[in-house]
């Protein structure tokens, strides 16, 4: 089963694949009927022709698409991304509800596969175990919230061993030092921290679960769809990438291609936006979620301590 980081890479696949099945059946075509059945026609061959010449397949099997995939929904694509591995599809049955995957799932990406942003952005859900130590003033470089029960990072700062070892916003701690800390409080973590030996602190997160990633596509005006205030989505655009692909309003953006804004201003997020180039991959949270994680937490804070670096790969 096939996977799409955007709609439009999904339809740029399945135009793909249908110009390509197309050609496939005019080099085949079905055979003609037993000599049997074709006693009728003349011993003689006819004057013309009785079978449409086949025409072999291109070496480039992407050469004929039409619309040309440059042109296809008004997005520009490059001939380096029109140029993509192809993956097999599990055919269904004309009575079949639904095909299970025998195979692990694939993503596939004709536009966004050579996107940067995408893989920097990457969410998982996953557990990672993650050894931390304290740097010369005997800080790790976060500050945690508790939310329903559980744990997380709000706060990473930049070149501290929080911020090497990998440590985003969002991040649910799961134990630290091989205790689990669930149902703690802000305080009770941070003080278990700060008596950890300085040399080796183990913990294991869960990332980012209250998170997503969306990938959209810039039109022609350089615009994804959605327009925000104070960092939250309040408004999308008609037909855009962002309307298609499911972003919501009433959520907040936490990272753009990966770099943390969280604590931004518009006016500092906005540039980040334009400069990318498409496409543009935004993670977000419910608004009800965020502000609840940051609501005993200054804004100026955040914004003077959160690591707001490019991620490396």
Not at 95 to 104: G, M, Y
Not at 166 to 192: C, E, P, T, W, Y
Not at 259 to 276: C, F, M, T, W
Request: with cysteine.
């Amino acid at each position: 089963m096939s996977l799409y980081p955007s709609l439009e890479d999904m339809k740029v696949d399945q135009l793909a694949r249908a110009q390509i099945a197309h050609a496939a059946q005019a080099a085949h075509p079905p055979p003609y009927p037993s000599t049997s059945q074709s006693a009728a026609y003349p011993a003689t061959a006819p004057p013309y022709p009785t079978t449409p010449e086949s025409r072999p397949v291109p070496a480039d099997k992407y050469a004929t698409l039409y619309p040309v995939l440059d042109e296809y929904m008004g997005l520009q694509i490059s001939q380096h991304q029109q140029h993509y591995p192809s993956t097999a599809v599990v055919p269904a049955s004309q009575n079949t509800v639904a095909v299970p995957s025998t195979k692990p799932t694939t993503m596939v990406a004709p536009i966004s596969g050579n996107s940067v942003g995408l893989a920097r952005a990457q969410v998982t859900h996953g557990l990672r175990e993650v050894l931390l130590c304290k740097d010369g003033n005997g800080r790790v470089g976060l500050r945690v919230q508790a939310v329903n029960k559980g744990v997380f990072i709000i706060v990473v700062q930049k070149n501290t061993p929080a911020a090497l070892a990998g440590l985003r916003f969002g991040d649910q701690i799961l134990m630290i030092n091989d205790v689990a800390v669930a149902g703690m409080s802000m305080d009770d973590v941070h003080k278990m921290i700060k008596k950890a030996n300085p040399e080796r602190i183990t913990m294991v997160v869960r990332d980012r679960p209250f998170e997503r990633t969306i990938t959209v596509h810039k039109d022609s005006a350089g615009t994804v769809g959605f327009g925000f205030k104070n960092g939250k989505i309040i408004n999308l655009v008609k037909d855009s990438s962002a309307a298609r692909n499911g972003v919501l309003i009433d959520h907040n953006l936490l990272e753009i291609n990966g770099q943390n804004v969280v604590g931004l201003k518009d006016k500092e997020i906005s540039p980040i936006i334009r400069e990318a180039p498409s496409p543009v991959t935004v993670t977000i949270m419910p608004s009800f979620i965020y502000d609840h994680m940051l609501k005993n937490t200054a804004s100026s804070f955040i914004k003077k301590t959160m690591d707001h670096s490019i991620p490396d790969l």
